[in-house]
């Protein structure tokens, strides 16, 4: 690859992780408003640590993953980015030989590399998420995280897909990114002229599409349900808006009652992080 193109994949990587940061996602850490025992520079350096090692094309997609996550537990010392990062990887090795295409290429190679993802690479990734030790991990009856994997990648994520909306993107594609994620950035930069507002946009269509599942994790599923219903009139609201700058008192508002009670949709905010990421590949 000539050197520009690599130059401009990171440049797409960190635009990423600072949309995403700095859209005001209730709830969720924003320049808006930051909570749950972190703050933007964490997540800033995250992306700063994160990008160069997600673009190392010397690197396979789980050895990315897990350089990622040791090198941000080393220097910021929490979990700011596990989501992103296991989501970020596939899209960019998939990007790598050409940086602009369709989405629906770029898909089908992002398919065929996490298809060839071995017993090796697993056990890569699954020491990133102990590392990273999200919350609310638990365990599990098979492919259990804190356990050697014995088994391709895309089969650990397959057991774990029903109670982890990040693992079932691995078994299905990508197809809430690709789809749901994708469209709601380009439709709404579009209309506000603003890839900042079209993140909050998309966040708040994960968040009221299906229980968020790091909400799941921590707060049982009662509260991610709950969660996501409260969610709809506010995404429904929110997307009416010919000027979306008019909605931050009532989104900061909803950030307010969802901190207040703990309440991180923290899923939702690794799908938009990705759907910009899908965004910045594609267009």
């Not at 890569?124 to 492919?143: S, T, Y």
């Not at 691995?170 to 579009?190: A, E, H, M, P, Q």
């Not at 599942?213 to 707060?219: A, T, V």
Request: glycine share 6%.
């Amino acid at each position: 690859m000539v050197r520009g193109a690599e130059i401009d994949l990171k440049g797409a990587v960190m635009s990423s992780f600072l949309a995403e940061v700095n859209a005001l996602k209730p709830g969720n850490v924003s320049r808006y408003a930051e909570g749950h025992g972190m703050t933007i520079n964490d997540f800033v350096l995250s992306a700063e640590l994160a990008t160069p090692i997600l673009c190392n094309q010397n690197l396979s997609i789980g050895e990315r993953i897990l350089e990622s996550i040791r090198t941000i537990q080393a220097q910021v010392k929490c979990n700011t980015n596990l989501g992103m990062v296991l989501l970020f990887a596939p899209l960019i090795k998939a990007a790598e030989t050409r940086h602009k295409e369709k989405p629906a290429a770029l898909q089908k190679k992002m398919i065929i590399e996490l298809e060839a993802l071995d017993e090796t690479e697993s056990n890569l990734v699954f020491e990133a998420i102990r590392l990273a030790n999200p919350g609310g991990l638990g365990q599990a009856d098979k492919h259990d995280v804190h356990l050697p994997v014995h088994c391709k990648l895309l089969e650990a994520m397959a057991e774990a897909q029903e109670r982890d909306i990040i693992a079932k993107q691995y078994v299905t594609g990508f197809n809430d990114i690709f789809l749901t994620g994708l469209g709601c950035i380009k439709i709404f930069t579009r209309r506000w002229n603003s890839v900042e507002w079209a993140a909050v946009a998309c966040y708040l269509t994960f968040l009221a599409d299906f229980p968020d599942s790091h909400i799941q994790r921590k707060l049982g599923g009662q509260v991610a349900e709950q969660t996501r219903k409260r969610a709809i009139p506010i995404a429904e609201q929110f997307k009416k808006n010919d000027n979306p700058d008019n909605a931050i008192n009532a989104l900061l508002e909803f950030d307010k009652e969802l901190k207040d009670s703990n309440i991180n949709p923290g899923t939702s905010a690794d799908l938009t992080a990705a759907s910009l990421l899908l965004y910045e590949l594609t267009k």
